[in-house]
T-cell receptor, first 113, second 116 residues
Framework: DQQVKQNSPSLSVQEGRISILNCDYT??????FLWYKKYPAEGPTFLIS?????DKNEDGRFTVFLNKSAKHLSLHIVPSQPGDSAVYFC????????????FGSGTQLTVLP | ETGVTQSPTHLIKTRGQQVTLRCSSQ?????VSWYQQALGQGPQFIFQ???????GRGNFPPRFSGLQFPNYSSELNVNALELDDSALYLC???????????????FGEGSRLTVL
């Protein structure tokens, strides 16, 4: 049973445009959500996170939105750059187990020059 | 500052064999977690070690076992390998096991295991 789902395996966006990556979850006990980025032959790297008590967190070109009632979060990248091309994983943690992440299956983002 | 390093980077085993994967945590980190990433899937939590003790385990059978050493480095051992064990095994280190921004998890590049 997948508790964190990323239903779009891939997304292509033109350079300079907005990229929107989506993630749904089923476990209402998740209290922290994160996005990781992974390049080929590298480990995932932390991108941005949001606590369940917030609905938005922004860091430069990256913004994460959380809709708890819909159990949905999204990552917005504006403007998109070719270097953003990577696999993006959504992840969640349960209260008290902050280092144990439940990941989605990932979305391959391709930013076209 | 030294990042998380894993060895070997690639290895091939046959069904029924045993494998040991190694991880050196980032300097200053005392917690190591292991994840399995099958092709086309996200990483799945195997277990976590904190101060040489197992501190949480995912839905993996007992033939997956681990160790953490006094210098906080870690090993993942898998016995009686099965074809489905073919995956990228990721090690991640952090300081502590809870609290603070949960994003402070630093991953190594992984060990790619192929079971034939």
């Amino acid at each position: 049973d997948q508790q964190v789902k990323q239903n779009s395996p891939s997304l292509s966006v033109q350079e300079g445009r907005i990229s929107i990556l989506n993630c749904d979850y089923t476990n209402s006990m998740f209290d922290y959500f994160l996005w990781y980025k992974k390049y080929p032959a590298e480990g995932p790297t932390f991108l941005i996170s949001i606590s369940s008590i917030k609905d938005k967190n922004e860091d430069g070109r990256f913004t994460v939105f959380l809709n708890k009632s819909a159990k949905h979060l999204s990552l917005h990248i504006v403007p998109s750059q070719p270097g953003d091309s990577a696999v993006y994983f959504c992840a969640a943690t349960l209260s008290g187990s902050a280092r144990q992440l439940t990941f989605g299956s990932g979305t391959q983002l391709t930013v076209l020059p | 500052e030294t990042g998380v390093t894993q060895s070997p980077t690639h290895l091939i085993k046959t069904r029924g064999q045993q494998v040991t994967l190694r991880c050196s945590s980032q300097s200053g980190h005392n917690t190591v977690s292991w994840y399995q990433q099958a092709l086309g899937q996200g990483p799945q939590f195997i277990f976590q070690y904190y101060r040489e003790e197992e501190n949480g385990r995912g839905n993996f059978p007992p033939r997956f076992s681990g160790l953490q050493f006094p210098n906080y480095s870690s090993e993942l051992n898998v016995n009686a390998l099965e074809l489905d064990d073919s995956a990228l095994y990721l090690c991640a280190s952090s300081w502590g096991t809870s609290g603070g921004a949960a994003g402070e998890l630093f991953f190594g590049e992984g060990s790619r295991l192929t079971v034939l």
